[in-house]
């Protein structure tokens, strides 16, 4: 069985910085696209950034110039640096990754609050 790990959320002032962590376990073959989401309390999820196995990236304009995504493929692991972090960057950060086991498809993390105070 496939799990996502994740660590690193916590409560930070306007103008710091937090790292997550997350790590793929299980019996995975191969992973494709790895990146992280958020959810603010009344909002929907959105994508904050993901990355291809290849090193392909995509951010949201809101987070651009601000975080970085990178992964280790011999980890399985993805990482979000956030720097600058701003008080509308509160919400729980989801980790997902699209893995392939005996077949392939969607995988998520149980999710990290991340709280920015002003």
């Known amino acids: 069985q496939v799990q996502l790990a994740e660590s690193g959320g916590g409560l930070v002032q306007a103008g710091g910085s937090l790292r997550l962590s997350c790590a793929a376990s299980?019996?995975?073959?191969?992973?494709?696209?790895m990146g992280w989401y958020r959810q603010a309390p009344g909002k929907q999820r959105e994508l904050v950034a993901d990355?291809?196995?290849?090193?392909?990236?995509n951010y949201a304009d809101s987070v651009k110039g601000r975080f970085t995504i990178s992964r280790d493929n011999a980890k399985n692991a993805v990482y979000l640096q956030m720097n600058s972090l701003k008080p509308e960057d509160t919400a729980v950060y989801y980790c997902?990754?699209?893995?392939?086991?005996?077949?392939?498809?969607?995988?998520w993390g149980q999710g990290t609050q991340v709280t920015v105070s002003s």
């Open positions: 299980g019996r995975i073959f191969s992973i494709n696209t």
């Open positions: 997902n990754a699209f893995i392939r086991t005996t077949g392939q498809r969607s995988y």
């Open positions: 990355i291809t196995i290849g090193g392909s990236i």
